[in-house]
């Protein structure tokens, strides 16, 4: 079994802007496995890696992202942690050149906004996403709140799903159910005590930047647990000597 149980979660925005190449470089250069980022349209129909509706909180410029044009987006920078620098914002393309250049056993959970769904529609969001990505499809997962969208991935391609849940419950929706995700991921906050049940998916449970928090959460059944700060969690999780968590063959 891997003893890689961390996602780079948006790349590594405890240092980083969130969503950056600079990030998801910084996280690949300390032996991150896993990374995931997170996908936004412009007014364009471009596909960039973004988190938010809003601009203002990533780059401090008033709008909306799917309001705002590629040239527009283009001139912003994102915003870094105190003493980091600013980032321009990628494009999808952008990070599939990356990942392409990136270690081969290195593996992407691409999350695509429901945003993007109601602005372009499911059928077309996926064909832009694949666009974007295209020969690194092979290690990426689409994941997405959006059902509609996972359910056109299963329909139409081989990429791996991952739904996010929105309440805990949910995992036992029967849209969610039919739709057999590899993976499925969760909230912390979400979580009941004990250990998370035995599913036919993946658990991935999110976030969180204290190691023996995410050493809890493997124990009780997570597969992975994503973060905002891998290089700093990886050697106190990950590795024999500070308490790494394997699975047991």
């Known amino acids: 079994m891997s003893s890689h149980r961390l996602v780079a979660h948006r790349g590594h925005p405890a240092r980083c802007p969130e969503n950056s190449l600079a990030g998801l470089r910084s996280a690949a250069s300390a032996g991150a496995r896993f990374v995931e980022i997170d996908v936004q349209a412009s007014a364009d129909g471009t596909l960039w890696l973004f988190h938010d509706p809003g601009l203002k909180r990533l780059t401090g410029a008033r709008g ?3 309001r705002t044009t590629d040239t527009e987006l283009a001139k912003l920078r994102l915003l870094a942690p105190e003493g980091g620098d600013s980032e ?9 050149r990356w990942l392409a250049a990136a270690p081969a056993e290195l593996f992407a959970f691409v999350e695509v906004k429901p945003e993007v769904v109601d602005q372009l529609g499911a059928d077309a969001t996926l064909r832009k996403v694949l666009d974007d990505l295209g020969d690194t499809t092979g290690r990426c997962a689409v994941i997405s ?31 969610l159910l039919a739709l057999d995700p590899e993976w499925v991921f969760v909230n912390k906050r979400h979580v009941p005590s004990g250990a998370l049940p035995q599913a036919g998916w993946g658990w991935i449970v999110y976030e969180t ?14 597969q992975l647990v994503e973060t905002f700060d891998y290089p700093v ?11 790494r968590v394997v699975d047991e063959d």
């Open 88 to 96: 321009p914002l990628a494009r999808l393309t952008d990070f599939a």
């Open 209 to 222: 930047v204290d190691p023996q928090e995410a050493r809890d959460l493997l124990q009780r059944g997570a």
């Open 233 to 243: 969690m990886s050697p106190l999780v990950e590795q024999p000597s500070r308490g």
């Open 64 to 66: 909306e992202i799917a």
């Open 145 to 175: 709140f959006a059902l509609p969208l996972l359910a056109s991935v299963r329909a139409r391609c081989k990429l791996p799903i991952a739904p996010i849940l929105e309440h805990w419950d949910d995992h036992q929706d029967a849209a």
